[in-house]
């Protein structure tokens, strides 16, 4: 079954033989390292019994890795369409496991596409990542079955990703990661590995799920709202930021700001709030 897939030019030689050209309006910064690669598709649980759905998969590098690390079925959302003659001979050589669908992963209702269970594993255009990011937190608060999350982005949002309180990283992002699911980096990928090569370097980070905190969750809207005005305005005393809260009925006294404050306490103000 993977002979197909291992006899396939290597991605570089099938964009020069395309014409394909990385995108700047697509964020695109592609892969080659068949290490690296291969490295992330391992990184995802359960492949050989999951569902995949990558994100911007380019000329395919990391979907050949997917598929050669054994995953059940493989979606692919791509919104450029001239990508279309490399991934299409993936396809062929996926003996049925893998599909692509052309249009913006913004929009896209994933677990329609998935039909159940699903993971998600890409290597993230930077220019959609973070929002990606509060999209599939947003579904999880509100039960869609997304096994595992397992994404590259800049280094620097990965570490604000997986911070905690205390950490300079800290902030929103911090916040509704932990209050819904388990977070860690697991590697760095250096900036030479892409190209075009980014200014940056990226990590690779991963996002389970917690059924136990997800559950603690009513509406990830508010605390969303919340963190986005109290870290909007991170160097200010919360208490002059929302100046009509009575602070001291969650044992503060509105001296903080919102780096102080841990994710559990985002959540306790951001219910009173709407009760």
Known sequence: MMEKLKSLPPVSEMMRASGLEPKKQFGQNFLFDLNLTGRIARSVPNIESSTVIEVGPGPGGLSRALLLAGARKLIAIEKDKTTEPILSQIVVASDGRFNVIYDDALRTDMKKIAGGEFSVCANLPYNVGTELLINWLHDIAHGIPIKSLTLMFQREVAERIVAKQGDE???????????????????????????????????????????????????????????????????????????????????????????????????????????
Not at 204 to 209: A, D, F, G, L, R
Not at 211 to 236: C, H, P, Q, W, Y
Not at 248 to 266: C, H, V, Y
């Open 169 to 275: 990283q800290y902030g929103r992002l911090s916040v509704l990661t932990s209050l819904i699911a388990d977070a860690k980096i697991l590697f760095g990928v250096p900036s030479t590995a892409f190209v075009p090569r980014p200014r940056v370097e990226s990590a690779v980070v991963q996002i389970i799920p917690n059924v136990n905190k997800i559950k603690n969750i009513s509406d990830i809207s508010v605390v969303e709202n919340l963190t986005a005005r109290l870290f909007g305005m991170r160097r200010k005393m919360i208490r002059g930021i929302m100046r009509d809260v009575d602070w001291n009925m969650f044992g503060l006294s509105g001296t903080e700001r919102a780096e102080d404050l841990m994710p559990e306490k985002f959540l306790e103000i951001s219910k009173k709030l709407v009760a």
